[in-house]
């Protein structure tokens, strides 16, 4: 099957932890986004990478981090420095940052 | 002004009711538009893309008003399964989306 795979479904973390969410696409697309979604919110870009071994920091970038090693692949780590990381996290992928934007299943982040 | 913005609603419609939602944008640069469907706690789908001289996808409808600087999407005859969030999007000058907060739009039998 192709397409877009996000995991884990949900994710629980104590507070001061590192967590590092998954995205993973099949689709030989070459830029990947990042968005979080909060209640009642629109989704606010967290990172975005337009080529593999590329990355640029989006709207809300403080206390994460990226890694674009792969093309298909583009994990997000939640670092112990976000302040209120309990959000549904997004991951989106296109063919070239112009074309439409796809979106995996989400990831659900709950710090305890 | 922000970026882009939508109505919040709830929108509750009876069934076969005709619905529209607009959202305006503040860069009058934008040339990319879309519409989401966004289902309960499940990631946005795309509905559609939102071209110059307006589109039509079945009971959908959806139009660009440069000069005003708002999308609309209209949907006729509704279904109880158009129940949803419907978020408008604005192509950023990166490549990445900006979101409208969504309108949730709620269809009664």
């Known amino acids: 099957d192709g397409g877009i795979t996000q995991s884990p479904k949900y994710l629980f973390r104590k507070e001061g932890q590192n967590v590092t969410l998954s995205c993973e696409q099949n689709l030989n697309h070459d830029a990947m986004y990042w968005y979080r979604q909060d209640p009642g919110q629109g989704l606010r870009l967290i990172y975005y990478s337009q080529i593999v071994n590329d990355f640029q920091k989006g709207d809300i970038a403080e206390g994460y981090s990226v890694s674009r090693e792969k093309k298909e692949s583009f994990p997000l780590t939640v670092t112990s420095a976000q302040k209120n990381p309990t959000a549904f996290y997004l991951c989106?992928?296109?063919?070239?940052?112009?074309?439409?934007?796809?979106f995996g299943p989400g990831t659900r982040l709950t710090v305890l | 002004r922000k970026e882009v913005e939508q109505d919040p609603g709830p929108f509750n419609v009876p069934e076969g009711a005709t619905v529209a939602f607009n959202c305006t944008y503040s860069?009058?640069?934008?040339?990319?538009f879309f519409w989401y469907r966004q289902d309960c706690r499940k990631e946005p789908k795309l509905l559609m893309s939102?071209?110059?001289s307006g589109n039509e996808d079945g009971r959908f409808t959806a139009q660009l008003n440069r000069a005003s600087q708002y999308i609309s999407l209209l949907i006729r005859d509704s279904k109880l399964s158009d129940s949803a969030t419907y978020l408008c999007?604005?192509?950023?000058?990166?490549?990445?989306?900006?979101f409208g907060k969504g309108t949730k739009l709620s269809v009664k039998p």
């Open positions: 999007a604005v192509r950023g000058s990166q490549g990445n989306l900006i």
């Open positions: 860069n009058s640069a934008s040339q990319s």
């Open positions: 939102v071209y110059s």
């Open positions: 989106a992928s296109s063919i070239t940052p112009t074309d439409t934007q796809y």
